[in-house]
Nanobody, 124 residues
Framework: QVQLVESGGGLVQAGGSLRLSCAAS????????MGWFRQAPGKEREFVAA????????YYADSVKGRFTISRDNLKNTVVLQMNSLKPEDTALYYC?????????????????WGQGTQVTVSS
């Protein structure tokens, strides 16, 4: 059984930073790619960032490229999303997810385990 638990969300002013963490339980964490997604009220869940199983490859949505950084620690079974230069439009519930394979994907359908989410609110 895989469990993903996000933490680090909160309220921050525009231009500020937050660091989201995702702790994964279960075996074979290093076998799978991991991703972060977000969902704002009334909108569909959207891709934010993904990282391959080794951490060698990372992918970002255009809207966060240059501001967010995804990383992972396979010894600690954690994945981190460092968010800088936050904007009000980054406000959403952020989810950590485990890919079905070793390859990172931007598609929500390629992820089979999801955390409960952590709220990020950016004030203007």
């Amino acid at each position: 059984q895989v469990q993903l638990v996000e933490s680090g969300g909160g309220l921050v002013q525009a231009g500020g930073s937050l660091r989201l963490s995702c702790a994964a339980s279960g075996r074979s964490f290093s076998t799978y790619a991991m991703g972060w997604f977000r969902q704002a009220p009334g909108k569909e869940r959207e891709f934010v960032a993904a990282i391959s199983q080794s951490g060698a490859r990372t992918y970002y949505a255009d809207s966060v490229k240059g501001r967010f950084t995804i990383s992972r620690d396979n010894l600690k079974n954690t994945v981190v999303l460092q968010m800088n230069s936050l904007k009000p439009e980054d406000t959403a519930l952020y989810y950590c997810a485990r890919s079905r394979t070793w390859a990172a994907s931007m598609s929500v359908y390629e992820y089979d385990y999801w955390g409960q989410g952590t709220q990020v609110t950016v004030s203007s």
